[in-house]
């Protein structure tokens, strides 16, 4: 059997899921990325709700050239100073499968310089 990339990483998907699960007190922080875009939200698994989002797309200063890991950082940053805004200040990580570098390193570091602990 030949396993590709997307199969690969839904593998470490359910690997990692099955470890972390996002309560009232620590949600979990969760990254989606695209080629082109990178989605954030912080759910709370017990309820089933999505507390904060953000995405890529939200970032104003977009015109003037970015790299994909900047604009990672900087949403990180977006979504990092929103969840403080609603008293969040602990979080799980859910790197969705995803290798922890790249982009997916820079949510995390973004996340952390607006303050979120995890």
């Not at 899921?17 to 082109?36: D, E, H, Y």
């Amino acid at each position: 059997m030949i396993l590709n990339n997307m199969s690969l990483r839904l593998i470490r998907k359910k690997r990692v899921r099955a470890k972390i699960f996002g309560t009232n007190q620590r949600p979990r922080l969760s990254v989606f990325r695209s080629n082109r875009h990178i989605f954030l939200q912080i759910i709370d698994d017990k309820r089933g709700v999505t507390l904060v989002s953000a995405s890529d797309q939200e970032i104003k200063n977009k015109d003037k050239k970015m790299t994909k890991v900047e604009v990672a950082k900087e949403t990180g940053k977006i979504l990092g100073q929103r969840a403080l805004e609603k008293k969040i200040k602990e979080v799980v990580f859910d790197r969705n499968g995803y290798r922890y570098h790249g982009r997916v390193r820079a949510v995390a570091e973004g996340a952390r310089d607006a303050g979120l602990v995890f």
